[in-house]
T-cell receptor, first 115, second 112 residues
Framework: QKEVEQDPGPLSVPEGAIVSLNCTYSNSAFQYFMWYRQYSRKGPELLMYTYSSGNKEDGRFTAQVDKSSKYISLFIRDSQPSDSATYLC???????????????FGQGTTLQVKP | DGGITQSPKYLFRKEGQNVTLSCEQNLNHDAMYWYRQDPGQGLRLIYYSQIVNDFQKGDIAEGYSVSREKKESFPLTVTSAQKNPTAFYLCASAGKPGNTIYFGEGSWLTVV
């Protein structure tokens, strides 16, 4: 079983739809959770960074972390064609009191938003 | 502009040849990382370095080597021992280990 599981999709939605992207994980030591967006043939860019459980909102994007269920989500409101990309979840844990900095990635979900 | 620069963007090599991918950052970051990405898969960690003159193996280090002689540079050599070297290689850096990781634009390596 992989440490981080992410549905690869592809996911196709009409413009304006609410998109929900999800990851599950098995390692309870993970404390830092990230979502990256990757356009075709480009490096990933950081979208959201969350520590421990809770919600974080940034414009049309909301990240949720439920550590009790080992489940994280990224919601995109009013989705736009420019949101079409691959979305990667990533997480890292601690060694002692320090973040190890080693990110474990999900496989990525490919999203297509149709005009 | 501050950022992470990878070169070359595209590289073709014959099987059995070693190849070195360059990664330079001007963000004054301590930590640097190399990831490999294959189609339909997430990123897998090859090597990482938390400080100059020190580096550790990641999950798939076999067939790769790195050096960290300068803070801003972390080159990756793909050796002939790497069985499936054709992939998209991503360099990343973080201010401190555990801080947010930022990526370069990647290098596409094709071995024929």
């Amino acid at each position: 079983q992989k440490e981080v599981e992410q549905d690869p999709g592809p996911l196709s939605v009409p413009e304006g739809a609410i998109v929900s992207l999800n990851c599950t994980y098995s390692n309870s030591a993970f404390q830092y959770f990230m979502w990256y967006r990757q356009y075709s043939r480009k490096g990933p860019e950081l979208l959201m960074y969350t520590y421990s459980s809770g919600n974080k909102e940034d414009g049309r994007f909301t990240a949720q972390v439920d550590k009790s269920s080992k489940y994280i989500s990224l919601f995109i409101r009013d989705s736009q064609p420019s949101d079409s990309a691959t979305y990667l979840c990533a997480m890292s844990g601690t060694s002692g009191s320090s973040n190890t900095g080693k990110l474990i990635f999900g496989q990525g979900t490919t999203l297509q938003v149709k005009p | 502009d501050g950022g992470i620069t990878q070169s070359p963007k595209y590289l073709f090599r014959k099987e059995g040849q070693n190849v070195t991918l360059s990664c330079e950052q001007n963000l004054n970051h301590d930590a640097m990382y190399w990831y490999r990405q294959d189609p339909g898969q997430g990123l897998r960690l090859i090597y990482y370095s938390q400080i100059v003159n020190d580096f550790q193996k990641g999950d798939i280090a076999e067939g790769y080597s790195v050096s960290r002689e300068k803070k801003e540079s972390f080159p990756l050599t793909v050796t002939s021992a790497q069985k499936n070297p054709t992939a998209f290689y991503l360099c990343a850096s973080a201010g401190k280990p555990g801080n947010t990781i930022y990526f370069g634009e990647g290098s596409w390596l094709t071995v024929v």
